[in-house]
């Protein structure tokens, strides 16, 4: 490769030169040597190499994310009838 980069330094290099070296270009990205790789062929980038994001980084699960945010008062039932009247499938009401 053309001369080292400072750690954590953005790099440029050509699609030959990324063919040529690219088992080491992605362990310099993945040890932080290199933040960002940009992969050129005729003077224009044509790829962006990068490291995935760390796992603190990366959204929570959207199953269950609100865990342990909500508090229900110990003086709610949430077993009790919510209308003192009959249903609509106790009287046979399909649709409305």
């Known amino acids: 490769m053309r001369a080292e980069a400072a750690m954590g330094a953005a790099r440029t290099i050509s699609a030959a030169e990324f063919q040529a070296t690219c088992l080491e270009v992605l362990d310099r990205v993945q040890t932080g040597e ?19 994001p760390a796992p603190a980084d990366q959204p929570r699960d959207l199953f269950g994310f609100m865990r342990g945010s909500v508090i229900i008062p110990p003086e709610v039932d ?19």
């Open 34 to 52: 290199f933040s960002r790789v940009e992969v050129t062929q005729a003077g224009k980038v044509v790829a962006v190499v990068t490291a995935p």
């Open 78 to 96: 949430l077993t009790a009838p919510t209308s003192d009247g009959p249903s609509d499938a106790e009287l046979g009401i399909l649709h409305r």
